[in-house]
């Protein structure tokens, strides 16, 4: 069985994407790797997105199909058990992953599970174009929704804006409010279409979603890819402290009771 990834990535060293690290990662575990966005446009809509992604998965040449953002990473320790998970779920359309959520390299938290896997040889018709991101996988013109697919726990290490600073933060959040404007008529929950509205609202969200980062972590428990970046965090980078996040958040008995529920259940 060969098994394909494919990831997007535009002006990765511009965008200060773990690029590097992550393609390392992929080329690791899959037979093929498949980058596609390197002409992405700097101004969009938001349904480019969604056929942008399609068209990784159409590349890809593989039996099984994995989608990872640029800034996923799977754990070395994890490459067995996600390749007998494929193939003890090789009729199925899809399989479904734990997302663990990294903003500071000392903790996380389960932030979702997606699927992320598909069986390209069998069912061929699957795209990513559905939800209301525009963006999850659909077959034959329905959803396919996580809860009905054969789910692993092999999680996906996700460290989502780990290397940015807050001007290239601003400034891609923007992007992305712009873009949903044109395609919804809103900027929906981004805030604004500048940098400095746009900022606001993101630095509100993770503030909230921070106190469900109860999970302990010390850095040799990453994958060894990423481990030497984390290692080099600079104060201006949002990792290094959440950009003072760390030190003024508290989580309450809620948070932690639905955190370890979550380890339990999908970890």
């Known amino acids: 069985m060969k098994i394909s990834i494919f990831t997007t990535m535009t002006n990765p060293e511009e965008r200060m994407d773990p690029w590097k690290e992550a393609i390392k990662c992929y080329e690791s575990f899959a037979d093929e790797v498949v980058i596609v966005g390197d002409d992405f446009k700097e101004e969009f809509i938001w349904s480019d997105i969604g056929k942008m992604f399609t068209e990784g998965l159409q590349k890809a040449t593989g039996d099984w199909v994995i989608w990872m953002d640029i800034d996923n990473i799977f754990h070395e320790k994890d490459f067995k058990r996600l390749r007998n998970s494929i193939y003890q779920n090789k009729d199925a359309p899809s399989i479904a992953f734990p997302k663990m959520q990294i903003f500071t390299p000392d903790r996380y938290a389960i932030k979702s599970i997606i699927c992320r896997a598909f069986n390209k040889k069998d069912f061929p018709q699957i795209t990513l174009n559905g939800g209301g991101d525009l963006c999850l996988p659909t ?84 994958p060894k890819f990423i481990i030497n970046k984390l290692l080099n965090l600079v104060d201006s980078q949002f990792g290094y402290d959440g950009f003072g996040i760390k030190n003024k958040t508290k989580s309450g008995l809620v948070d932690y009771l639905s955190g370890y529920k979550d380890k339990i259940i999908y970890l």
Do not use: S
């Open 139 to 222: 077959m034959n013109g329905r959803l396919i929704q996580p809860g009905d697919m054969p789910k692993t726990k092999v999680p996906i290490w996700n460290y989502d804006t780990v290397f940015r600073t807050k001007k290239l933060i601003g400034h891609d959040r923007a992007r992305y409010a712009r873009a949903w404007k044109r395609e919804f008529g809103d900027v929906g929950d981004r805030g604004g279409e500048t940098p400095e509205e746009a900022y606001i609202a993101w630095y509100e969200m993770i503030k909230k979603r921070y106190k469900k980062h109860i999970h302990k972590l010390e850095l040799d428990d990453h």
